[in-house]
């Protein structure tokens, strides 16, 4: 069988839960993967321990400080084994899934949803239509979240690999625009305006209702394009953040089809607009023709109540 290699996705410097489930699907197309994990720190490595991969191997770079696709493909590249490569499906992860392929010449096929055999299946065309491919060897692919069973035992040691002196170039320092809210691609619930919310500051009303239920904000285009105070970071689409969330609540979004390339995978989608006809409808599991303005305190109200 094939040697299948996890790169470990991290958040906030530490591995990530999703990780487990890059170490599922691995499992599918090959051998118990190695989880290689890029840090700066070794000790994040141990993060790794646990999760269902045959190895932990702490890859160590300065490199690793800063997100920087040529450096970071240089700096895996240089400790990672050969074999399958699988990685997450977060925009920074399918950049360095491609770099990766690239400096390997090896294939790479983005956004899996479904491992049978040798057959990996991704949606295409904003997810109207699905393709299955057939891989004849090692390639790099990336996986989404929310679709694998999270593996659990495997390596209780981790081997630490230093290659901080063979990188040409890092990125020193990234600042972030400042937000304690929790991320649309992390998260399992989902509340997303639109521009039918009418001003950026009637999202405080959607940051109410997330709060009640623990959920992340989201937005359509038109709400980041049409509003400053409302970051890209927030976007979810075609153009934005692919999102596969339990549930995904849509308040005051059309449903046009590069918003629905990004949430339409969504396990229950409730769609809240004035308009009956709204396209968003179709793709609903729980519909409610109001505007926000009637909708979102009941909701919120009942919500609450149910919470408390
Ligand atoms: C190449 C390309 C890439 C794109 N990528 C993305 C992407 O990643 N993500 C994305 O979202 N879009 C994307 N778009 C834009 C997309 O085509 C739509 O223009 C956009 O999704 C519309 O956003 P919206 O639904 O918020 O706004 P609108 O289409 O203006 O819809 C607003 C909705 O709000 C409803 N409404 C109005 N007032 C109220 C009220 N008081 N209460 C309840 N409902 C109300 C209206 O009935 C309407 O249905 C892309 C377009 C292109 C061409």
Redesign the pocket.
């Given at each position: 069988m094939t040697d299948t290699i996890v790169i470990a996705e991290l958040h906030n410097n530490a591995v990530h839960p999703s990780t487990a489930e890059l170490v599922s699907a691995a499992a599918q197309l090959g051998n118990a993967p190695t989880i290689v994990v890029p840090c700066t720190d070794a000790a994040v490595a141990d993060g790794a321990l646990g999760l269902g991969g045959a190895a932990v191997i702490a890859a160590k770079s300065d490199a690793f400080q800063n997100y920087d696709a040529a450096g970071w493909a240089a700096a895996i590249d240089a400790v990672a084994p050969q074999g399958i490569i699988v990685t997450g499906a977060s925009p920074q992860s399918k950049d360095l899934a491609a770099r990766l392929a690239a400096r390997r010449s090896l294939s790479v096929v983005q956004d899996a949803v479904a491992i049978d055999g040798t057959n990996i299946t991704s949606p295409l065309y904003s997810g109207k239509a699905m393709q299955t491919v057939a891989i004849g060897g090692n390639v790099v692919v990336s996986v989404r979240s929310n679709i694998f069973p999270a593996a659990s035992g495997g390596a209780d040691a981790v081997s630490v690999v230093d290659t901080s002196g063979d990188i040409a170039t890092s990125v020193q320092e990234f600042m972030a625009r400042a937000s304690e809210r929790l991320d649309v691609a992390e998260a399992n619930i989902i509340v997303s305006g639109?521009?039918?919310m009418?001003s950026p500051d009637n999202f405080t009303h959607l940051e109410a209702l997330a709060d009640t239920i623990g959920a992340a904000v989201g937005a359509?285009?038109?709400?980041v394009d049409t509003w400053e105070a409302i970051p890209h970071s927030m976007?979810?689409?075609?153009?934005?953040k692919t999102v596969n969330p339990n549930l995904y609540i849509a308040v005051?979004?059309?449903g046009?089809i590069?918003?629905l390339a990004?949430m339409r995978s969504s396990k229950y989608i409730v769609a809240?607009?004035?308009?009956a006809d709204?396209p968003i409808f179709q793709h609903a599991d729980y519909g409610i023709v109001a505007?926000?303005?009637e909708a979102l305190p009941v909701l919120q109200a009942k919500l609450a109540s149910m919470m408390a």
């Amino acid at each position: 069988m094939t040697d299948t290699i996890v790169i470990a996705e991290l958040h906030n410097n530490a591995v990530h839960p999703s990780t487990a489930e890059l170490v599922s699907a691995a499992a599918q197309l090959g051998n118990a993967p190695t989880i290689v994990v890029p840090c700066t720190d070794a000790a994040v490595a141990d993060g790794a321990l646990g999760l269902g991969g045959a190895a932990v191997i702490a890859a160590k770079s300065d490199a690793f400080q800063n997100y920087d696709a040529a450096g970071w493909a240089a700096a895996i590249d240089a400790v990672a084994p050969q074999g399958i490569i699988v990685t997450g499906a977060s925009p920074q992860s399918k950049d360095l899934a491609a770099r990766l392929a690239a400096r390997r010449s090896l294939s790479v096929v983005q956004d899996a949803v479904a491992i049978d055999g040798t057959n990996i299946t991704s949606p295409l065309y904003s997810g109207k239509a699905m393709q299955t491919v057939a891989i004849g060897g090692n390639v790099v692919v990336s996986v989404r979240s929310n679709i694998f069973p999270a593996a659990s035992g495997g390596a209780d040691a981790v081997s630490v690999v230093d290659t901080s002196g063979d990188i040409a170039t890092s990125v020193q320092e990234f600042m972030a625009r400042a937000s304690e809210r929790l991320d649309v691609a992390e998260a399992n619930i989902i509340v997303s305006g639109g521009r039918g919310m009418g001003s950026p500051d009637n999202f405080t009303h959607l940051e109410a209702l997330a709060d009640t239920i623990g959920a992340a904000v989201g937005a359509s285009r038109a709400a980041v394009d049409t509003w400053e105070a409302i970051p890209h970071s927030m976007q979810v689409g075609q153009t934005g953040k692919t999102v596969n969330p339990n549930l995904y609540i849509a308040v005051g979004i059309s449903g046009a089809i590069q918003h629905l390339a990004g949430m339409r995978s969504s396990k229950y989608i409730v769609a809240i607009n004035k308009d009956a006809d709204a396209p968003i409808f179709q793709h609903a599991d729980y519909g409610i023709v109001a505007t926000w303005e009637e909708a979102l305190p009941v909701l919120q109200a009942k919500l609450a109540s149910m919470m408390a």
